[in-house]
Structure formats: C-alpha cells, structure tokens
C-alpha cells in the first residue's frame, strides 16, 4: 500500500509568496503604466496624420483655406463633408475625452490654429511658409479652466484660461501635426521652433492641466 504524502503550505511560507507578489507587482506596475501611456501616444500620433491629412484634403478643395472658429468649427466641416467618418480619431486617447461622442459636437477635441472669424479664414499651403515643418496645425490641446481638450488653440499673448493651448500630456510632451505632413512630440524646449500662425507657439499647459508655462 503507498502512503499519500500531504503537502501543506505554513502560514509563513503563505505570508513570504504574497510578500514578493507584492514587491514584484510594484516594481512592474510603474513600468506597465508607462509603457501603455507610450502606446496611447503613438496612437494618438496615428491619429494625428489621419485628422491633418483630412484638414489637407478639405482645404485642397477649398483654395487651401482653412475655415477654423467659432461658428464655423473645424472639426464639424470635417464630419458633415465626409472628410472623416471615425470622429474618435479627432481625439487624444490619453484626454479626458478620448471619444467624439463625449466631445460637445467636436467642441472638445484636438486644438487647431484659431482666427476667431469665419469671414477671416486662413490660407495655408506648404509653399506659403518657408519652414513648412515647423508651422503646427493641430494638437493635444487643453482649456484649464474647462479641464478639457478645446478644438481651438490660441496664439494671443492673454492667458484666459478658457483659451486651448497645447498640452504636455504625453509624457511631458505634446504631440503636433505639421503643416508638411508630418507628426512629433514637442516638450518644452523644443516647443521653442514651433510657429502658430501668425505668431510663435507662447504657453502650453503642464502635465498636470493646473497651469500654463510660458514659452516666449
Ligand atoms: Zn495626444
């Protein structure tokens, strides 16, 4: 006859294998975190190209114009003309509003150059601007007052706090597309060659959303 050996686990040995669950989920999860905040910010880089590869076809049918303000919001011309039919990649994915549908009819979205005019909109083409890569058309934007992404983004000197200005959400850097077709994460040195028509880029809010750092 065999004898059935038992294995049973001590309350110490329990004790010391939650013990270093513990320990190795701590030094894991930081890292996790990080690497899926790596991926939201690629992710919202893809979107970035497909939102400025829309703008650039609107305005190739439109005298290279680009009609941004109030009354004549970017995003909805983009969606009601069929430039875009997936108004999630409008959003950034790392924003409290990752969705369209939650964006007030696109009033809460990636920020744009702003005129503030309907009647006054902006011609903007690759050829008009020498440094074509450094002239930005959208971005990760941030209103602190709403505490949301805000279509527009201004370039005045006045720090209202209404006023969307890019923010340096992904990792202290925030993600733009440029008038050439391409798309970058800026951080706050590099947001120094950074032109918004007319003027350069002068504040952009910190990680945080609590405050607006000045640039220029
Ligand atoms: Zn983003």
């Not at 039919?85 to 950034?92: F, P, Q």
């Not at 503030?116 to 083409?125: E, K, L, T, V």
């Not at 601007?129 to 505490?147: D, K, P, W």
């Amino acid at each position: 006859m065999s004898r059935k050996i038992e294995y049973r686990f001590t309350l110490i040995e329990v004790l010391v294998v939650i013990g270093v669950i513990s320990i190795l989920a701590s030094l894991l999860l930081p890292s996790l975190g990080k690497a899926k905040e790596r991926v939201k910010a690629i992710h919202c880089l893809n979107n970035q190209k497909q939102t400025g590869l829309a703008i650039q076809s609107y305005m190739s049918d439109f005298s290279f114009y680009f009609a941004s303000s109030n009354s004549s919001k970017w995003t909805t011309n983009l969606m009601l003309n069929s430039y875009l039919s997936n108004g999630d990649i409008l959003c950034c994915p790392s924003s409290k509003i990752p969705r369209y549908a939650d964006s007030a009819s696109g009033w809460f979205t990636y920020g744009a150059i702003y005129t503030n005019d309907a009647s006054n909109c902006i011609q903007m083409s690759a050829p008009q601007f020498a440094h074509a890569s450094r002239v930005y058309m959208l971005g990760c934007s941030l209103s602190i007052e709403n505490q949301k992404p805000m279509f527009r983004m201004f370039a005045q000197d006045d720090v209202s706090e209404n006023y969307g200005r890019p923010h340096l959400i992904h990792q202290q850097k925030v993600n733009m597309y440029f008038l050439d077709g391409h798309a970058e994460g800026k951080n706050m040195a590099t947001l120094r060659d950074v032109v918004q028509v007319p003027n350069w880029v002068k504040y952009a809010a910190d990680q945080s959303g609590s405050v607006y750092l000045k640039i220029y």
